[in-house]
């Protein structure tokens, strides 16, 4: 299902008044656009750029999540992996959507959502997960924090040509563990990837999630490993063309 939001002139004057600015309204491009990311912890990533503020997956503090500070932000767009509290909780204010579908948003940008299993028995347990792409800052984005299972061909496909991959890679009952997420992204083949959503030491009681170690384990040696803190800067220059993790952690749990 496609949605048209042209935001255009009223955009301005009606969505302004609760969040201050419109997405896609703002400051002329730069011959470099780059984006922000920045880590909020479990999968929550906020990603800025001169298009505007996207927020992905705002949690409450509760099971995975427990002891880490909710991101209760007004942003321009949420995307959430599934209605789950800490994946989709209603701790953020902009426009939010966790229904796989294609969304056509002001100035022609593009949101793609489909359906996975969000755990290991087809989605009779957790039900279905949505796996996000778009772009931001002339970069190709993926988000595939609702994903228990590998992508199938078809999948493999919506997702080609993918620089940026967030992935899920700390197992349990909801998503990829480490050695499945490593060879989504030997299948994939972004030129970067930002994991999420694996347990910190010690990690909360009842926690199900594996610590980063087994994903970091299963990569080739010759993928390098960067930790540059909870934010970075990117842009398509300052990727490379092979494939790069990034780890972004917290300064404190």
């Known amino acids: 299902m496609v949605y048209d939001r042209f935001l255009g002139g009223w955009c301005a004057a009606v969505v302004s008044l609760a969040l201050g600015w419109c997405w896609g309204v703002g400051s002329p491009a730069t011959a470099e656009p780059t984006v922000q990311v920045t880590t909020y912890g479990h999968s929550a990533l ?20 427990a002891g880490l500070a909710e991101p209760r932000l007004a942003v321009d767009l949420i995307l959430a992996s599934s209605s789950l509290p800490d994946e989709g909780a209603p701790v953020a204010r902009g426009l939010f ?3 796989p579908g294609s ?17 290991h028995v087809g989605g009779h347990r957790f039900g279905e997960g949505v796996v996000w792409t778009w772009r931001q800052a002339g970069l190709r ?4 924090g609702g994903a228990a299972l590998p992508p199938t061909a078809a999948q ?28 989504v992204v030997g299948a994939i083949k972004p030129r970067l990837v930002i994991p999420v959503q694996y347990a910190t030491a010690p990690p909360p009681e009842g926690c199900d999630l594996a610590t980063i170690d087994p994903f970091l384990e299963a990569l080739p040696a010759a993928v390098p490993v960067e930790r ?26």
């Not at 906020?46 to 999540?65: H, Q």
């Not at 493999?156 to 993918?162: A, C, F, K, Q």
């Open 103 to 119: 969304y056509r948003l002001a100035d022609d940008w593009q949101v793609e959502g489909f359906a996975v299993p969000h755990d």
């Open 141 to 144: 984005m993926a988000h595939m």
């Open 156 to 183: 493999r496909i919506l997702l080609s040509g993918v620089d940026v991959l967030v992935v899920a890679v700390g197992g349990g009952s909801k998503v990829l563990d480490g050695v499945q997420a490593a060879q």
């Open 46 to 65: 906020l990603f800025e750029s001169e298009e505007g503020r996207l927020l992905i997956n705002p949690f409450r503090a509760v099971a995975c999540a």
């Open 97 to 99: 959507l966790n229904s």
């Open 228 to 253: 540059p803190g909870p934010t970075v800067v990117l842009s398509d220059a300052l990727l490379g063309d092979g494939t790069a993790v990034h780890v972004l952690e917290l300064d404190s749990r």
